[in-house]
């Protein structure tokens, strides 16, 4: 079971920079462990993260297997009209999660 | 030439103890390199920024110069933009020296930001230095470097 966790706050004034901190539950299985008998663990890492603002994106991600498990992001962005925050993540093994967050602008 | 023979002795000294362990197997030492180089992260910057001239100032990383754990490293890098239609900062990029990879990773922001400071957790296999590069909207790129010391290294070339 895969869990996402979104920060954002439910009210924002017009124009106010706001942060979006984001969690992914993931692996992030680097490719460069072995097992005992010499096989390498393969590689299972989310390898992209974007967030969309109302449809359009305002943040985007390339992540490595240097990106530590459970991949957490933050970022800011301005508070321009109310809507929806969209957020995906994409990794190998056809990994796809998505998350939403609303969010009311006075 | 490598300049650092450690690892390649504790590689040696791991690989071998398994072998005396195991009793059977042959001992055969790998040479394969699992450590990315300053050169590959010069040559991974050169790919981002190409011949462009990296100048130094404006980027601030904020990550601890003492790290007891590898396995996850805070890291926050800003950027001092007014972050304006016409003046904000396009991409965020970071690098190491000595993980098996030289990417930390790769943050494209625009104008809406507001702010331009991103925070995450890193994986580092070692005390190294790390860069952070800001590509502006005019095309110039900043950047800063900063040096960790680790004293748990992320498990890379762990055996599990």
Not at chain 1, 60 to 78: C, E, G, K, Q
Not at chain 2, 45 to 73: C, F, H
Request: net charge positive; charged share 20%; hydrophobic share 45%.
């Amino acid at each position: 079971m895969t869990t996402a966790l979104i920060n954002v706050p439910k009210k924002a004034k017009r124009g106010d920079v706001i942060e979006i901190k984001t969690l992914m539950s993931h692996i992030m299985e680097t490719g460069y462990r072995h097992t005992t008998s010499g096989q390498i663990v393969p590689r299972d890492i989310i390898t992209s993260f974007a967030c969309r603002y109302n449809g359009e994106e305002i943040f985007r991600a390339d992540l490595f297997p240097a990106t530590a498990a459970n991949p957490f992001i933050s970022f800011f962005t301005v508070a321009t009209e109310s809507g929806k925050f969209d957020f995906e993540w994409i990794g190998d093994n056809g990994f796809s999660e998505t998350a939403a967050a609303s969010i009311i602008v006075e | 030439m490598r300049t650092q023979t450690a690892p390649t002795r504790r590689r040696f000294l791991r690989l071998a103890g398994h072998a005396a362990a195991i009793g059977a197997l042959p001992l055969v030492v790998r040479v394969r390199p699992v450590e990315a180089t300053p050169e590959t992260m010069a040559a991974a910057i050169r790919a981002v920024v190409g011949g462009a001239v990296v100048q130094t100032g404006k980027v601030k990383l904020d990550i601890p110069p003492l790290v007891e754990n590898g396995n996850s490293v805070p890291m926050v890098v800003s950027i001092a933009s007014p972050m304006t239609a016409k003046d904000y900062v396009k991409s965020i990029h970071v690098f190491n020296e000595k993980n098996p990879q030289p990417n930390l990773g790769n943050f494209y922001l625009g104008p809406r930001a507001g702010r331009a400071q991103v925070s995450t957790r890193v994986r580092l296999a070692d005390s190294q230095k790390i860069t952070a590069i800001a590509r502006l909207s005019d095309g110039s790129f900043w950047s800063v470097t900063a040096e960790v010391v680790v004293t748990l290294a992320a498990c890379t070339e762990e055996v599990i």
